[in-house]
């Protein structure tokens, strides 16, 4: 933690994570973080019933816009305090959130689950990223773009997620009309926030590219939309706002954002963005050929190229999504942290609980100590990643986890060990589609909460068989929406700019082991059977689970 002085001019950035917020001050000239502060949100992440008891259907994952304004009031004054800084040396404030979470809200930014009656509708709360009950309407987009030869469906790899606007905009439409018709606007969750903080609305060019489906200056067509629903098109006037590029100013803070944050009123706000992307900025891995892996509940691999080429089962290619004048593409993995602490959480021994707090460690820490000698392959298991469905490249969120393998002689510590390698094959599947495709991996860069597991860190260097950077940042998302606030301030002339001068450098680089690297060339092959047969047609079975379930569990 860097030391306030005389002179020193800062910024703020705050990311609004899956479970909580996190604010940063840092000083513009180096990036040398000077307080930070996280706050978890009251609601958390809202599954199974709404605040007031309703039910909710299998698949749901939404939040409440008032834990995000409960973040600018707690956690921006606590970083302010832990930094010691004077309000008046603030040049600007910048926020990332996750993405796609989306809410409809009035024509002057009310989200609907705050009007009086609304409370109990589901659908009236923004929908978490990780909210996959559009899967049947993400299927029929798909369907109906390959038919018509949507020449936009290439720009997303040949799918549309269900994670996406689009898809949980049709949801909204064919199961809560009412909302629908209310809902005056439809906007992602980090131009929400910054519509609160500057009073205006802006929506950021990245968003509306890789999760509104906007390419070449425009989202789908009208036609397109009725096709789907005869009133869908409806959604193109509440999605369509004033833009603006990453790193430029959305407004002035307004004197009642400023009293929620300590900060004055009038400084530059800027465009919001989404939490990877900002990363990228953190990361210094802005320049071509750089990939960045966001390690944490899910994961998220950005990186920017020259020129567009077309990869299938990529999340999103879009001109400007990371950096103007680059070509960004995103890919991802849709459960990562979250199969660890699935498994911890709730298919873990209560013996191995009882021995890690003897011991002072954490499940966690007792599970990789035990896992880390293993050799590669001794476990005879094999796992599949899904346990949230898979985001790239089959981009198909009704599929789920699977573990093979199993005997009575088979420890807690192995299947712990398979479910890392599982994730790091999944990584592995998607830096093949990149560079089979044309995009070349010139370097990786690996960023987020899990970089604190070493024995992760070591098998994604030997699974991937490639150098692996660290990236040494607490909370590398708000400290790379600090950079764009800076760049939104006129600190530095772009993103790019203020990347190199505030990004944060490398912890530590793992180097892969070649026997290691060899041994998992042979249990990947077996991965990649595995993820053909049951991702792309050789079977249906898990579809047919996921189908048999979500009817006995529907209220």
């Not at 600018?72 to 959130?97: N, Y």
Request: proline share 6%.
């Amino acid at each position: 933690m860097g030391e306030p002085a005389a002179g020193r001019r800062y910024v703020v950035g705050v990311d609004f994570g899956t479970l909580s917020g996190r604010a940063v001050v840092v000083d513009v000239a180096d990036g040398a973080e000077l307080g930070a502060a996280v706050h978890p949100y009251r609601h958390g992440v809202i599954t199974g019933r709404l605040p007031d008891g309703t039910p909710l259907p299998p698949e749901w994952a939404l939040q409440d816009p008032a834990d995000h304004r409960e973040v600018l009031r707690v956690a921006v004054p606590a970083a302010l305090r832990a930094a010691g800084v004077r309000p008046q040396d603030a040049l600007g404030i910048g926020v990332d959130a996750t993405s796609c979470t989306v809410l409809p809200t009035l024509a002057d930014g009310t989200p609907l689950c705050e009007l009086p009656g609304l409370r109990g509708r589901p659908h009236a709360y923004p929908k978490l990223w990780k909210h996959h009950a559009a899967q049947r309407q993400a299927d029929r987009i798909n369907a109906l773009a390959a038919e018509r030869g949507e020449n936009w469906l290439a720009r997303y790899g040949g799918r549309v997620s269900a994670e996406w606007q689009l898809a949980k905009a049709l949801e909204l439409l064919e199961e809560d009309p009412e909302l629908f018709d209310r809902a005056q606007r439809w906007i992602e969750t980090t131009d929400w926030i910054v519509w609160q903080l500057c009073g205006r609305e802006t929506r950021n060019v990245s968003a509306a590219g890789y999760k509104g489906l906007r390419q070449d200056g425009r989202y789908p067509s009208a036609d397109f939309l009725r096709a789907l629903h005869p009133r869908l098109d409806g959604l193109l006037d509440r999605v369509d706002g004033p833009l603006a590029p990453l790193g430029a100013r959305a407004g002035g803070l307004t004197a009642e954002a400023a009293r929620w944050t300590g900060l004055p009123p009038g400084i530059p706000v800027a465009v919001g963005a989404i939490d990877a992307h900002v990363t990228a900025a953190a990361a210094r891995s802005v320049a071509p050929g750089r990939m960045l892996a966001v390690l944490g509940t899910s994961t998220c691999l950005i990186m920017n190229a020259e020129r567009y080429h077309e990869v299938p089962g990529v999340c999103g290619a879009v001109e400007g999504g990371v950096t103007a004048g680059s070509w960004g593409y995103e890919a991802g993995q849709s459960g990562v942290g979250d199969i660890f602490a699935w498994y911890v959480t709730h298919a873990l021994p209560a013996g191995y609980a009882v021995e890690a707090q003897r011991r002072g460690e954490s499940p966690y820490q007792l599970l990789d100590r035990l896992a880390a000698d293993q050799p590669v392959g001794g476990h005879g298991l094999l796992a599949l990643d899904w346990q949230s469905g898979n985001r790239s490249v089959l981009m198909d969120h009704e599929l789920s986890g699977m573990l093979l393998g199993l005997t009575l002689a088979t420890r807690p510590e192995e299947i712990w060990r398979a479910l890392l390698e599982a994730t790091a094959f999944g990584a592995r599947t998607v830096v093949e589609a990149f560079t089979a495709a044309g995009v070349e991996v010139d370097e990786l860069t690996a960023a987020g909460g899990l970089t604190g597991n070493r024995l992760l860190l070591r098998i994604y260097a030997d699974v991937l068989n490639r150098p692996l950077h660290v990236l040494d940042s607490a909370h590398p998302a708000a400290l790379g929406a600090a950079i764009h606030a800076a760049a939104a301030a006129g600190a530095y002339p772009d993103v790019p700019a203020a990347s190199a001068a505030m990004g944060a450098h490398r912890r530590e680089t793992w180097h892969p082991d070649p026997a290691r690297a060899a041994a998992y060339d042979e249990l990947y092959a077996e991965y990649r059977r595995l993820h053909d047969h049951f991702g792309r047609g050789g079977s249906d079975v898990l579809h047919r689970l996921r189908a048999l379930r979500n009817r006995a569990l529907t209220p």
